[in-house]
């Protein structure tokens, strides 16, 4: 177990150096820099020479890499050229909004995809199976802005036909008016955790349908348990490792919905940083906060990995055996993106 | 083919099958006819209700949504055709590299297919959008080292499983090289979970370009796509609420029939492999 | 082959698809499992079904406490009534990214800072010409070399210093010698000098017959000599509002300056700008009451529905915002003057402004009408395909050798223009590549290398025609008989003979055919009744808040 760790750390380690070197070469084959932007249409080569040289823009790349480097191993994300304000600062209040976003997400991905799973699962028939099913089939394939936007129209306040929730924006003073803070994340968190919950419970649902399959609940049958009974608790027992690895992954995999519904509800989130920097060109903070989301996503990884390796014992004892689950289980990961 | 009859057979399967040959055929139309002119735009006529000359209505610049949404089709095709050669390509390589006798080799394919697979599809994206601008390059390259990436790791046990079993052995033993072996024995017991994969994500790659494309950073404008026509109307949606529902009205019932048609394909295909698993358990 | 999957399919019946084949265990273990069905919805026995309990609550919690709030906040928003609000929001578009005035270009930033939190010497109407600013008056010699400005008395910063001829003798010798944004706006600049404390006198080396109007934009501004301050972030000034917050790319508060030392003090406590990327986000939150005022609602098809709901008021404003058709007149192909002429008679600018709400004015040259010199030139060239069809022709473009060319613009001004363009181009048997990137990408290509064909910017600025008069401008216009005309206009000592000068370039250029203006930006304010003193004109370059007053 300490082996496995230590090696991933290590594989983490080794991954965020490659990532630092492509995201800053990425960075560099660009036209137009920085300087050009804040001199604007109106100004002469003089201005633009002068500004150039004020923010640095004339070094080395190799200086400019290596420099990058050590700021960020001293935990200094470096300064906005445009804005003049801190790096970390700045992501770190963008963050609030957008953290918090994905973890609702989630958790109302989990809450509608597992217990609706688990029924679809112990429903082999009849019409609430199908239902379920289609339901989950449905809400899956919807892209997340049109789910955004059918929400807003439901629900959207001054839009929707039950006006009761805010469709745009995030309050000024962001979490010190909480009531409101959270009203303005239900309807994004509700439009990817629909979506997300749809592929998790089909996840659910057909690791659930991989199990029953297997001895274990038979035997659970066996002594007398309900079919129902035994994939709620033997079943789920045998999946939760794959759906630790499931969640872990489509936390990755909801970003994409997520950055989309921060756009599309105006959320001043990591989203609209992101998609603004690099339209001006503001290397030095763009550069971070890409290196500083791939840190994050893949630290995500590694928990989930480690907590994928606790969860399952027969991984502690390091024999691959491919149960009966994975080969459709694992099918679904990819539907979870 | 008798795959394919045996989906058809299916009430989803026949479903998915005939909204795909839908699909296909639009594609084909679009390339030598469209209701309207593709370069077309009525400037007087901005937002039209359905009517019939224009029975989508039309979008903000006056095109005809109709055959707009066809031409899309083309583009969304190459999308996902594109997505699912390279995916199933790197899949391929990095499977190969996994089970390579060099522990150090496939050392590093499990590290790139472990580590890399937790960095979401839109920071790919994001990333590649930098050099490359908008460009349907970018979905492509994006969803495909995703998903690359993520078929490798899936096939994996299997590909691990059969090429320990007895057929490679023989094989080794019977003098031919590893590779052949590989070629023979391994790669083909992928086949059907490298195709259920694919159709799922040939799903999500139309997904991710509705979503990318919205960011900014996918289909460049003046190019006909599915997600631009969902993105270039979303800003009208309380005004226009019409216009905004056939694009992704389309894009979710092509994404579902593409999900279908995976579950089925994995239904057609499943037992057969679950046989030869069974049968290497059994030997072990 | 398909005797494997024949087998195959089998077996599946028997292990995965009980449900719709219905074997008869299946059914049996169904039927079994039914009196249970209720307990479904409960959670799964022992620890988990603690932690789902929990999760369940939480969320539920928060969905409730949402709702509640929502419910709750937008009933007190419509209990009271008639009173003066102590605050408001105004919805606007374009986002600063920082509030470096002197450094960082783009007139979101004059919007919001100029006016409201800094002052130029002198003062700008919304019919944009010089009123009495931080100077309540100026002579002008006999030579119109001299300026002599009397400041107001009293003038004091936020931070409590006052502003007196030293500092505004300060911050126009700054901008020359740091030659900040806006720098070249000042010409002929001999010398500034500060005589007593409020008198500032300005010497020209020649007549500049914009000096004045120059003075009212930015390169008039006054800075605080004593602070010090990071300008990207923070902003001291001796207008009647004071920065409170600032969050780039999302909104800025504004307080009133209680201490504010002119007459026109602001009326509303706080006023907050809230930036909007996506103009259906920004329709919400104005339909919604989270926001006032909205400028400018992007789209008059927009407009047009908030027109018929009683609780919004939607006006027209004028404004200088010229959509620039620009060619490349030193390109390849551009360079020919019948190509030119042609597109021009291409276009047909009237289907676009149809297209965005009919309410843009046309527009035949490059000087706007609240500009100095301005004539309706939409005579010129009238949409007209065969015209446009013969002049190609003599070009030797045909059907079987159309002419190729690429449009590149920045994505702020979204595809439609360009779609449109290519498909009336096209009629005429033009073929438009249409390239849509990046501003800094724009800047570079187009702006910088002069690499292009057609472009396209929203020249938003006022008193612009010296582009036209700069042969090394990305347009490439090089036209003798202009510049004479220019230089003449801008050492006229007259305002009439200024403008007549500039009247006769800007025929020539729009004759020369050396771009095609799109249009002329019209924008459209809605606002909440109740709402009073919002500037309609200009109100994107410049927005002063003081009168704004909002009751209910």
């Known amino acids: 177990m300490v082996k496995f760790v230590v090696r991933r750390l290590a594989l983490f380690c080794v991954a965020l150096v490659l990532l630092s070197v492509v995201v800053f070469a990425c960075l560099r084959i660009l036209p137009g820099n920085v300087a050009a932007v804040m001199a604007g249409t109106n100004s002469t080569p003089e201005r633009l020479a002068a500004l150039s040289e004020q923010l640095g823009l004339n070094r080395s790349y190799p200086a400019q890499y290596f420099q990058w480097c050590s700021d960020l191993l001293h935990g200094n994300l470096g300064i906005s050229m445009l804005t003049g304000r801190s790096t970390m600062s700045q992501a770190l209040v963008r963050a609030q909004v957008t953290l918090p976003l994905i973890v609702l997400g989630l958790l109302l991905s989990l809450i509608i995809g597992v217990p609706l799973g688990v029924l679809a699962a112990s429903k082999r028939e009849g019409g609430l199976h199908s239902v379920l099913r289609y339901v989950s089939l449905a809400a899956g394939a919807v892209p997340a802005l049109w789910g955004g936007l059918l929400l807003i129209m439901v629900f959207g306040k001054g839009v929707g036909f039950v006006g009761i929730l805010p469709a745009q924006g995030f309050p000024d003073n962001g979490w010190a008016s909480p009531g409101q803070a959270l009203a303005s994340l239900v309807l994004p968190a509700l439009s990817v955790g629909i979506i997300s919950g ?67 509800f105006s959320l001043p989130g990591l989203a609209s940083m992101l998609v603004t920097d690099v339209g001006n060109r503001d290397l030095v903070k763009v550069q971070s906060e890409l290196m500083l989301l791939a840190a994050f996503f893949l630290l995500i990884g590694l928990v989930t990995d480690i907590a994928h390796r606790i969860a399952d014992p027969r991984l502690r004892t390091a024999s691959a055996v491919v149960d009966a689950g994975s080969g459709g289980s694992s099918g679904e990961v990819g539907g979870a993106r | 083919m008798s795959i394919l009859r045996y989906i058809w057979h299916r009430g989803e399967g026949r479903f998915s099958l005939i909204v795909l040959g839908c699909w296909l055929i639009v594609c084909a ?167 259920v994969q694919l159709s799922i994500c040939a799903g999500t790659a139309i997904l991710a370009e509705a979503g990318l494309t919205y960011l900014g950073i996918g289909v460049p404008a003046g190019t006909a796509s599915w997600g631009s026509s969902l993105s270039s109307s979303a800003s009208f949606i309380s005004i226009f609420p019409l216009t905004v529902v056939w694009p992704g009205a389309l894009i979710t019932v092509v994404v579902v029939a593409l999900n279908l048609f995976g579950d089925c394909l994995r239904k057609a295909v499943d037992p057969v492999v679950n046989a030869q698993l069974r049968a290497s358990e059994v030997r072990r | ?253 504004l307080t009133r300056n209680t201490k504010y030392w002119g007459t026109k003090k602001a009326t509303i406590k706080t006023i907050t700008l809230k930036y909007f990327a996506d103009d259906n986000a920004a329709l919400n939150a104005f339909k919604a009451g989270s926001v006032q005022v909205l400028a400018p609602v992007m789209n008059a ?206 025929h020539k250029v729009s004759e020369d055919a050396a771009a095609d203006w799109l249009l002329n930006y019209r924008v459209t304010t809605a606002y909440a009744k109740g709402v009073t003193g919002f500037p309609m004109n200009l109100n994107q370059s410049r927005l002063p808040l003081a009168g704004v007053d909002y009751k209910k």
């Open chain 1, 198 to 264: 749809a592929q998790m419970m089909r996840y659910t649902q057909s690791a659930l349908d991989g199990v029953a399959e297997s001895g274990f609940v038979t035997m659970s049958m066996a002594a007398g348990s309900t079919r129902a009974r035994a994939l709620r608790t033997t079943g789920l027992r045998i999946v939760l490792p794959d759906l630790i690895s499931v969640t872990g992954l489509s936390f990755a995999q909801m970003v994409t919905g997520v950055l989309v519904i921060e756009n599309l």
């Open chain 2, 29 to 195: 139309l679009s390339l030598v006819w469209t209701p309207q002119p593709l370069g077309q735009s009525d400037g007087y006529n901005t937002w039209a209700s359905p009517s019939l000359a224009h029975p989508m209505g039309t979008d903000g610049t006056g095109r005809d949504m109709l055959s707009w949404l066809m031409a899309g089709s083309g583009t969304e095709l190459q999308i996902v055709v594109a997505t699912c050669v390279l995916a199933a390509l790197i899949g391929v390589v990095f499977v190969s590299f996994s089970l390579a006798r060099s522990g150090l080799v496939s050392e590093i394919a499990t590290v790139i297919t472990d580590t890399l697979l937790s960095i979401p599809i839109v920071l790919i994206a994001l990333i590649l959008a930098v050099p490359l601008g908008a460009s349907i390059l970018v979905v492509i390259l994006s969803c495909a080292i995703s998903y690359g990436l993520n078929l490798a790791r899936i096939a994996k046990p299997q590909a691990s499983l059969a090429a320990t079993s007895r057929y490679v052995e023989a094989a080794r033993a019977a003098g031919s090289s590893r590779w052949k072996a590989l070629r023979t024995h391994v790669l083909p017991n992928l086949i059907p979970v490298f195709s």
């Open chain 3, 1 to 253: 082959m398909s005797r494997t999957t024949n087998d195959g399919s089998v077996n599946s019946v028997n292990s995965n698809e009980a449900a719709t084949s219905g074997s008869t265990d299946a059914s049996l273990a169904s039927q079994q499992k039914a009196p249970h069905a209720p307990q479904m919805g409960s959670a799964p026995g022992g620890g988990r079904k603690i932690v789902w309990i929990v999760l369940a609550v939480v969320v539920a919690l928060a969905v409730i406490f949402g709702i509640v709030w929502a419910v709750r906040s937008r009933n007190t928003s419509t209990a009271t009534g008639g009173s003066r609000q102590e605050s408001m929001t105004i919805g606007v578009k374009l986002a600063p990214t920082n509030l470096d005035i002197r450094n960082q270009s783009g007139s979101a930033l004059d919007q919001v800072l100029i006016d409201n939190i800094y002052e130029p010497l002198v003062g700008r109407g919304t019919d944009n010409k010089v009123s009495a600013g931080l100077a309540k008056s100026w002579d002008v010699s006999e030579d119109a070399k001299t300026y002599t400005f009397h400041l107001n008395s009293g003038i004091t910063f936020s931070n409590g210093d006052a502003l007196d001829s030293a500092d505004v003798v300060w911050s126009l010798r700054q901008l020359l010698e740091k030659k900040y944004a806006s720098s070249d706006q000042l010409r002929n600049i001999a010398s500034i000098e500060a005589k007593g404390a409020d008198t500032v006198v300005v010497t020209l080396t020649a007549p500049y017959a914009d000096l004045l109007w120059s003075l009212s934009g930015r390169p008039g501004l006054v800075f605080d000599h004593d602070a010090s301050y990071d300008a990207k972030t923070q902003a001291i000034g001796s207008g009647p509002y004071l920065l409170k917050t600032f969050k780039e790319n999302d909104s800025i508060i």
């Open chain 3, 301 to 506: 098809k927009m407009a047009a529905s908030l027109e018929k709901d009683d609780r919004f008021v939607v006006g027209q404003g004028d404004d200088t915002d010229k959509y620039v058709l620009g060619m490349n007149n030193k390109g390849k192909v551009l360079s020919n003057k019948k190509i030119r002429q042609a597109i021009r008679y291409a276009i047909d600018s009237k289907e676009i402004i149809a297209s965005r709400g009919g309410v843009d004015a046309e527009l035949g040259g490059p000087i706007p009408s609240l500009d100095p010199g301005y004539e309706d030139l939409t005579g010129l060239y009238p949409h007209d395909v065969a015209k446009a069809q013969q002049l190609l022709k003599e070009a030797g473009y045909s059907d079987s050798k159309p002419l190729k060319l690429t449009l590149e613009y920045a994505n702020t001004y979204g595809t439609e223009f360009g779609e449109q363009l290519k498909s009336q181009l096209a009629k005429v048997g033009i073929d438009l590549n249409v390239k849509v990137v990046e501003f800094s990408t724009w800047l570079q290509d187009v702006y910088t290398n002069h690499d292009y064909d057609l472009s396209l910017v929203d020249h938003n600025e006022s008193h612009d025609f010296y582009q036209w008069a700069d042969p090394t401008y990305y347009y490439g216009y090089e036209s003798k008989e202009v510049q004479d005309l220019y230089a003449k206009s801008i050492t006229a000592t007259d305002e009439a003979e200024q403008a007549e000068y500039l009247r006769q370039a800007a």
